[in-house]
Each structure stands twice: as structure tokens, then as C-alpha cells.
């Protein structure tokens, strides 16, 4: 068992400072980096134990906060009405152009680390599985794993919801890992078939994968989790980033990174 140690940086974007929060192993060495966006309701705790056990399988784990335009920093959103009207307000307000710079200083920054191997993966779940699918379209990203992703198949993420994702899956050049709930209302049969058709359209390396849950299946709060399927499905994630990112533990000294970190 690797022990996890967690800080958080803030990081510079065209759009305002971004309070980004890193687990990572506590041993020393260098690691692959995975961004990994949150559901709407920001960092909340399922977030940050999902993040905890991904860091203890060997990985860099930033989590940015998605609205830092709107929400002070360390802002986490509640699992109720009002918590799910204000994050999909936020959803449909912030512009798509911030959500991909987002992406590129998360990403500039776990490459820039001295415990970072420069091997660099994605995951996301729900509004995190489409921002994750859009970082994936940086070139430098060898692997991502979406979690029923939201509105890749209508466009609907950003202000206008008019955004290009599927038009845009043509400048993903490492594999997919796409998971989702059949029984998922955001994203009815039609549109994840939507999806798998642009993808095979283009020749792209994924595996698909669709099993009996609802929307949120994988949170562990709440009348909808799943434990078995998280933990089957966790596994898959693990052997995937492995494969893809993983190439072992290199000793290395500690530096500073000109990030503000506590």
C-alpha cells in the first residue's frame, strides 16, 4: 500500500487563478500524471477517495476546480437541488475556450514537476468525463477514461451550448477508455451510439463499455452507487493507465516548481 500525501497549487489561466488540489504517493520517485475533473459539485469527498485510490496505484492526481471563475476557491457544491441547479447554471455559463486553457495548465503543470515521469492521462466523471474527453484532444495525453460522460452527444457544454467536441474528436490521438450506464437519462441509447459512431468513424483506439446503472453509479454516496460495479470498473481503469502510462519508479530529488503550493 503506498501512502498518499495531498497539497494544492494554484495555477495561472487566461481566466483567473485555478485552485488545483494534488494527491500523490508519499514515496519518493517520479509518477505519471492523470487530470481528473470532478462531477459539477466540485471537489467534494467521493472525488477526492476516488483521487486517493488512483495516487496509491502510482499516479500524479490533479483535480482542478472547474467553476474557479464563479466559487472562491475550495468551494464544493452539495449532492442536493440547489447544489445540482448552481453547478449546471455554472455548467452552461463558463466559456468553452476556459475549460480547454483549464486543461492545457493542468497539464503544463503535472509535465513540469520534478516527480512527474511526463507521461500524461485524463479521467473524468459525468461533466468530468466530457472535459476529460476534450483534454484527451491534447496531443500529449496517452490515455483517458471518461465516466458517462455528459453531453458530448447534443454539444452542450459551455456558454451557447454549442460546443465542438464531436467535431473535435479527430485531434484525439491516445486511447479511450468510455463507460456508461444504460440506465443513465442524461445519456440515453441514441446519443452514446452517437458517439461510438464518430469514434469508429474515425478509426479511434478505445474500449466501449455499458453496464445496468444509473447516473452517478460510481459515487460512493447516495442511492444510486453501485459498489460492485465501482469496483470492477476501477479495475479496468487501473490496468488501463497502467498500460498506458505506466513505466516505474525512478528515485529523484525534490525541487521546488514556481506554483504557489500548501
Not at 447544489?83 to 509535465?111: C, F, I, M, P, Q
Not at 500524461?120 to 471518461?146: E, K, Q, S, Y
Request: charged fraction near 25%.
Amino acid at each position: 500500500m503506498i501512502i498518499v500525501d495531498n497539497e494544492h497549487v494554484e495555477l495561472t489561466t487566461p481566466y483567473g487563478p485555478m485552485r488545483t488540489h494534488i494527491v500523490r504517493p508519499a514515496a519518493p520517485g517520479r509518477y505519471p500524471g492523470v487530470v481528473f475533473y470532478s462531477e459539477i459539485f466540485q471537489i467534494t469527498a467521493p472525488i477526492r477517495r476516488t483521487a486517493a485510490m488512483l495516487a496509491g496505484h502510482g499516479y500524479i492526481v490533479a483535480m482542478p476546480e472547474i467553476y474557479h471563475e464563479f466559487e472562491p476557491a475550495d468551494t464544493v457544491l452539495a449532492y442536493d437541488q440547489a447544489g445540482s441547479d448552481r453547478g449546471n447554471a455554472w455548467k452552461t455559463t463558463k466559456e468553452l475556450a476556459s475549460y480547454d486553457a483549464d486543461a492545457r495548465a493542468v497539464l503544463d503543470h503535472l509535465k513540469s514537476r520534478p516527480d512527474c515521469t511526463g507521461k500524461l492521462g485524463a479521467m473524468g466523471i459525468c461533466i468530468g468525463g466530457h472535459l476529460a474527453f476534450r483534454a484527451a484532444m491534447n496531443p500529449d495525453v496517452l490515455g483517458t477514461a471518461c465516466f458517462y460522460a455528459t453531453d458530448i452527444h447534443k454539444g452542450g457544454l459551455g456558454k451557447g451550448m454549442a460546443d465542438d467536441s464531436l467535431a473535435r474528436t479527430a485531434d484525439i490521438q491516445g486511447e479511450l477508455l468510455m463507460i456508461w450506464g444504460r440506465q443513465d437519462p442524461h445519456i440515453p441509447t441514441e446519443g452514446r451510439m452517437k458517439v461510438l459512431q464518430r469514434l469508429n468513424e474515425l478509426g479511434k483506439k478505445i474500449s466501449w463499455h455499458e453496464v445496468n446503472g444509473a447516473h452517478a453509479f460510481m459515487r460512493d454516496e447516495g442511492l444510486r452507487y453501485d459498489p460492485e460495479l465501482a469496483y470492477s470498473l476501477y479495475g479496468l481503469v487501473f490496468d488501463f493507465f497502467h498500460r498506458r502510462l505506466a513505466e516505474g519508479d525512478q528515485p529523484v530529488a525534490s525541487a521546488g516548481a514556481s506554483e504557489t503550493r500548501h
